[in-house]
């Protein structure tokens, strides 16, 4: 189900998440990223993992936070994600988590 329009995500949401949802804008967060985040994965995932996603996309970018949770598969792997960030080479950052190796190439050109 899509929640695109925020006129009426208090009716179709539970409670737990309108709580949530509440308590974010008060602290400027974006409803739009809000909803969107819940439409790609979940209310449950929203209550417990919105706030991290937000403080990791924010240090190391949506797109390498994004890539993480399509590669494991659940966004509970996104907690700490940040601190995984053990070197960070122009243009090929590498990231370690749980002796997994991940690298994001970025394009580069050569001189």
């Known amino acids: 189900m899509s929640i695109t ?18 308590e974010l804008l008060e602290d400027n967060y974006e409803l739009s990223d809000i909803l969107e985040f819940i439409d790609a994965h979940s209310e449950d995932d929203f209550v417990s993992y919105y706030e991290e996603y937000v403080r990791c996309g924010e240090a190391i970018g949506y797109e390498a936070v994004d890539a993480l949770i399509e590669e494991m598969g659940d966004v509970s792997y996104i907690e700490d994600c940040d601190k995984s960030i053990v070197v960070s080479m122009n243009p090929l950052p590498i990231l370690l988590k749980n002796s997994t190796v991940r690298c994001i190439v970025s394009p580069m050109r050569l001189w």
């Open 5 to 22: 329009l925020t006129a009426n995500y208090k009716e179709t949401l539970s409670t737990e998440t309108v709580e949530k949802i509440d």
